[in-house]
């Protein structure tokens, strides 16, 4: 970040040539709260809007998404790094596919639902899921377009409006998809975006939003959830991970190979879930990383110009963390495979590494890399695997390679993560009709899949009567009503009783 520039302007640089590529005005606390006050005012008719008719429209606006998508990639690439096919695959089609999972759902998943009462026959309970008013979404800079626009399409399906604080490091494509939605007749005010650093992420928590969800590290995730909790403010959490890959004895093995391949250096290794430990069971540990180094050592870095497979870090801070990490392993006796050093261009390339003779004790093995470096790990069993995945605090996610289908179900069920996915990577986050999210440091609540849509409303439930009554528990109590009581309370929910068992059935 240049010293020089205005307080109040962000300075955008493309990582791929240290080049500064834009200026943005940064939101002030006045500005964000103006922003939630007019997101508030239009989402009282968005949200009356029926549900089929909010479908049709954010479908119409996704047709104008994928015929931007050239111009949409372009943009991720001058200001992310990313191969433009790798924009394509990671972030516009998922958002896409998101926005046509609940264009088809939505209706259902949103639809008042009725609820028996087994005790109160007479009485009818419906739930109703209502918008929540404004969502605040607070996002990252590794995947800019899929993270805030995929939680955002969520929140504009349940009938709320949306705010968006973009990373600092990458705030130019939230702004051409804000050009895009005003250009399509959208009310603007129902989908807005205050650019900043964390202060301005902190200014939208306080301006009275109903919701936030925040992605990002682990530390930044406790001070929102900090601050959410003096506003009384919701929020999910999706915070890093360390994503183990556990490859059996058995697994195919060049299928694990590629697949840790592509999830190790996916973005430059920057995603929430890569690849970030290589648990192999040492019967074949030698012939996978021969298989993962062969892979690796074709990647080729490159950007902005023509093909290439693997791009710059984000910002020269990033770089730096990797590369203390990776020359830390070797001071503590892990063995380079490929890679391991700065790529001699221009930009904040690293080269993609493979590390051998990795230790659970490592910091390379437990803290977030967030580049492309894969560590490997040798293990003696499934037992030995598991108490190195469990070890950490992260609980994101986790991949599994074994042929055998009760093998991998058995170890899915013991590890401690919000997905995992076997013989395949990646395609958890990447899939909008499933739940994504973490267990322990790695956070709370969850986004995409029903659970996600229906968090983006307000639970209603409403009782109405079938025929109105005077109840015979109200007021007054009595010697009588009180035995009665009593022994319905120790008959109408024991098994040992008919009454009991009748109702348990009902
Ligand atoms: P970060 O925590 O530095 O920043 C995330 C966002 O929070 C940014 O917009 C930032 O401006 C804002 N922010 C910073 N301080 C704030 C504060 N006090 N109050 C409110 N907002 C504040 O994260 P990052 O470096 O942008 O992203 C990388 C991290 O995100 C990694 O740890 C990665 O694992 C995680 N991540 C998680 C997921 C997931 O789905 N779980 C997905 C992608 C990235």
């Known amino acids: 970040m240049n010293e020089r520039i205005a307080p109040s302007l962000l300075e955008c640089v493309a990582p791929a040539t240290s080049q500064v590529i834009g200026h943005v005005k940064i939101a002030s606390p006045d500005e964000v709260r103006s922003a939630v006050e007019r997101a508030r005012a239009a989402q009282r008719g968005w949200g009356a809007l029926p549900v089929a008719t909010r479908v049709e429209r954010l479908l119409a606006f996704r047709e104008k998404l994928l015929e931007a998508r050239d111009e949409l990639a372009e943009a991720l690439t001058t200001e992310c790094g990313k191969p433009r096919q790798e924009a394509l695959v990671t972030e516009v089609a998922p958002l896409a596919a998101l926005i046509g999972h609940y264009g088809i759902h939505a209706a259902d998943v949103l639809a008042p639902r009725t609820i028996p009462l087994r005790l109160l026959k007479h009485r009818r309970s419906r739930v109703h899921y209502e918008p929540r008013g404004v969502i ?54 129902l989908l807005q975006i205050v650019p900043g650093r964390g202060d301005t992420g902190q200014a939208l928590i306080e301006s009275g939003v109903q919701k936030i969800v925040f992605t990002g590290g682990v530390e930044t995730g406790r001070r929102v959830a900090a601050s959410c909790g003096r506003a009384l403010v919701e929020c999910v959490l999706e915070l890093g991970g360390k994503a183990p890959a556990l490859v059996c004895e058995d697994a195919n093995l060049e299928l694990a190979a590629r697949a840790i391949t592509f999830a190790g250096f996916l973005n430059a290794g920057q995603a929430c879930i890569s690849v970030e430990r290589v648990l192999a069971h040492e019967a ?23 093909i290439w497979d693997v791009g710059p870090l984000i910002f020269p801070q990033q770089l730096e963390t990797v590369e203390r990490l990776v020359n830390d392993a070797i001071e503590r006796g892990a063995t380079v495979r490929c890679g391991g050093k700065r790529a001699e261009r221009t930009g904040d390339f690293f080269e993609p590494t493979v590390l051998t003779g990795c230790e659970p004790d490592m910091p390379v093995v437990q803290e977030e890399i967030f580049g492309p470096v894969v560590p490997i790990l040798r293990v003696r069993d499934d037992e030995h695997a598991l108490q190195i995945a469990n070890s950490l605090p992260l609980g994101l996610n986790a991949y599994v390679f074994s042929k055998n289908p009760d093998r991998a179900q058995r170890l899915a069920a013991r590890l401690e993560v919000g997905s995992v996915v076997i013989n395949d990577v990646v395609t958890d986050y990447g899939s909008p009709e499933v739940p994504f999210g973490g267990v322990k440091n790695s956070g709370y609540g969850r986004v995409h899949g029903t659970e996600a849509l229906r968090a983006m409303s307000s639970v209603k439930h409403v009782s109405s009567d079938r025929m109105p009554a005077v109840s015979a528990l109200w007021y007054p109590y009595g010697e009588r009503s009180e035995e009665t009581v009593r022994r319905l309370v120790g008959s109408l929910f024991s098994r040992r009783t008919l009454l009991g068992r009748v109702l348990d059935r009902l």
């Open 284 to 306: 074949i540990h030698d012939r996978l990383v021969e298989r993962i180094v062969h892979h690796a050592q074709r990647l080729r870095l490159g950007g902005p110009e023509g």
């Open 136 to 189: 605040g979404i607070i996002s990252p800079w590794n995947f800019p377009l899929l993270i805030p626009f995929g939680d955002a399409f969520t929140a504009l399906f349940a009938g709320n409006a949306v705010v968006i604080k973009p990373s600092e490091h990458a705030p130019l494509i939230a702004l051409k998809v804000k050009e895009l939605w005003d250009a399509s007749g959208h009310d603007p005010d």
